[in-house]
């Protein structure tokens, strides 16, 4: 069975530090993977996605940057936090058929 | 590009009853739709989805959608709801089967009253 782990499950951070979310899904060889952010409010919006090691795809700028390092691995990160990063950062995997995203418990952050 | 609407920010049932959670879709070639469901503080899982075939389909936890396209519809109904079944509930639509832009509705909030 696949799992999916996100890290940290929460972190409070301040003002123009830098951060780093990690993502790791098991037992999926080669998924599409994605990074998603829920404001407080609740809507989802995609940020970046991987097809495949090493190529990421942006959608939204949201001052973050995406990488993945390994086939199993996704990390979002950023060098200088603003307040708007505040907000839930889901990671999750699919498949090229089949349009099923599977999430993470995703990473809560506060920036003060 | 596809844009996806669910009209009710929050539906509030007694344990037992029915319930219907609406979303309309606008696109105009195929799409993929799908349900997801969120408890609080946690990530969504999947429920169910549709693409083509029988525009009724079934999904986990007697959830299930029926597909509209002369109403641009994917409604999520459940006969008798639980009070486990309190959560956010998304709408997603793709014109794609690859879900690199995988489009969420807002969402609607369940309250289960006992």
Redesign the interface.
């Known amino acids: 069975a696949q799992t999916i782990h996100q890290w940290p499950v929460a972190e409070i951070k301040a003002v123009g530090s830098p951060l780093s979310l990690g993502c790791t899904i098991k037992g999926k060889s080669s998924p599409?993977l994605?990074w998603y952010w829920q404001a407080t409010?609740?809507?989802?919006q995609?940020l970046f996605?991987s097809?495949t090691v090493g190529q990421v795809?942006s959608v939204v700028q949201l001052n973050l940057s995406a990488s993945r390092p390994k086939d199993d691995q996704f990390i979002l990160s950023t060098e200088k936090l603003l307040l708007s990063h505040s907000g839930f950062y889901?990671c999750?995997w699919?498949?090229?058929?089949?349009?099923?995203?599977?999430?993470?418990?995703?990473s809560?952050l506060i920036v003060v | 590009t596809q844009t996806v609407s669910q009209s009710d920010a929050h539906v509030t049932v007694f344990e037992g009853d029915s319930v219907e959670l609406r979303c309309n879709y606008s696109y105009g070639g195929s799409i993929y739709l799908s349900w997801y469901i969120q408890h609080h503080g946690r990530g969504l899982q999947f429920l169910l989805k549709y693409y083509s075939g029988n525009p009724v389909v079934q999904g986990v936890n007697g959830f299930e959608a029926e597909f509209s396209k002369s109403d641009s519809s994917f409604h999520l109904r459940k006969a008798s709801v639980h009070w486990s079944d309190s959560a956010v509930y998304f709408c997603a639509v793709s014109h794609t089967g690859g879900a690199d832009r995988l489009t969420f509705g807002k969402g609607t909030q369940l309250i289960i009253q006992p």
């Open positions: 599409n994605y409010g609740g809507t989802l995609q996605y097809i795809e889901l999750a699919g498949q090229n058929s089949g349009n099923t995203l599977y999430f993470g418990e995703g809560r």
